[in-house]
């Protein structure tokens, strides 16, 4: 029987140098997706799949990150004092209960793959879930997502055991600019053995057009390979690096996503995503999309 997912990595240390000047200040993941931070959307997804630790990888310049996950005394008293019993049990339930969170630095730049090994000590061995908070994955309503991407996740690793990535499609004249899979036969309903791993390859030489879409669950072993895995790609310590030497050794599975995806690091994705939250919000959809309708035909 396969190991629970209780515990997730969320690196959260990049510099966020797109977003210029918003995030000379504020960290990127801290940019509203209409009124709640990216991060919150991914805490949110990571809670969903019944995720019992987070495990922020910081840097600097990111405490306010943890600040947002604990709890506020003044602000709490002061909406209590007003009568603010909505925004009171929101806050409730956004804030992660004492001893479900942990904090840890990743002092120097050094890639997504050092990142993960800065939680080495934390995760322990177990497996964990990754979730990179700029990739924000909104289910389609009523097609059995209900517990978000990572949620299905879960479930297939629950069948099959090993290590599990979430994919999607992208067009095939794209491939180049993602990380891509080869999937081979079905190990379950909509779950596939992954054959190759290949980081951005040449246009018109990937195995599939079925992208990487930031959500993994992983095996601790990855921790021992990320320790002596070589620089690549940017000098940095590459996660695909040690993933496909783990996959010498360990199965891997593909979940393809059924739903949006929205690239927060990017100007245009972070746009859209706040658009297609708002839409799927009841309280604000109404006037929002009328005031698009009316901008869009020049009103």
């Keep these: 029987m396969a190991k629970p997912i209780r515990k997730a990595i969320l690196p959260v240390a990049g510099l966020g140098t797109r977003f210029l000047p918003a ?13 709640r931070p990216v991060v919150q959307h991914v805490v949110d997804e990571a809670r969903a799949a019944g995720i019992e630790h987070i495990v922020f990888v910081t840097g600097r310049n990111k405490a306010v990150i943890e ?21 009171l049990e929101q806050l409730d339930r956004d804030t992660p209960k004492a001893g479900t969170t942990s904090f840890t630095r990743q002092q120097l730049p050094l890639g ?4 993960v090994w800065c939680a080495r000590d934390i995760i322990g061995d177990e497996p964990f879930a990754l979730l990179l908070p700029d990739m ?10 209900a517990k978000g991407c990572l949620g299905s996740m879960v479930e297939a690793y629950e069948k099959t055991g090993g290590n599990v990535i979430a994919v999607y499609e992208v067009p095939d004249d794209q491939t180049h600019q993602y990380g891509i899979v080869g999937k081979g036969t079905e190990a379950a309903p909509g779950v596939h053995a992954i054959e ?24 601790p072993g990855i ?3 990320l320790a002596s895995q070589e620089t690549g790609a940017g000098g940095e310590i590459q996660l695909t690096d040690s993933m496909l030497k783990l996959m010498e050794r360990e199965p891997f599975y593909a979940v393809t ?16 995503a706040n658009v297609a939250y708002a839409l799927s919000r009841p309280d604000i959809a109404p006037a929002f999309e009328a005031e698009l309708r009316g901008m869009l035909a020049g009103g």
């Design 67 to 87: 600040d947002h996950f604990d709890r506020q005394f003044e602000l709490e008293r002061t909406l209590e004092e007003r009568g603010k019993t909505k925004e």
């Design 257 to 272: 996503f059924d739903g949006a995806i929205y690239d927060c690091g990017s100007k245009i994705g972070f746009l859209m």
């Design 112 to 115: 997504l793959g050092h990142a």
């Design 196 to 219: 190759k791993m290949v980081e951005k390859p040449e246009a018109g030489t990937a195995p599939s057009n079925l992208a990487i879409s930031g959500r993994y669950i992983l095996q």
């Design 23 to 35: 995030t000379k200040a504020v960290p990127k993941e801290m940019l509203t997706v209409v009124d």
């Design 136 to 145: 924000l994955h909104m289910a389609k309503p009523g097609n059995g997502n």
């Design 223 to 225: 921790f021992d390979l």
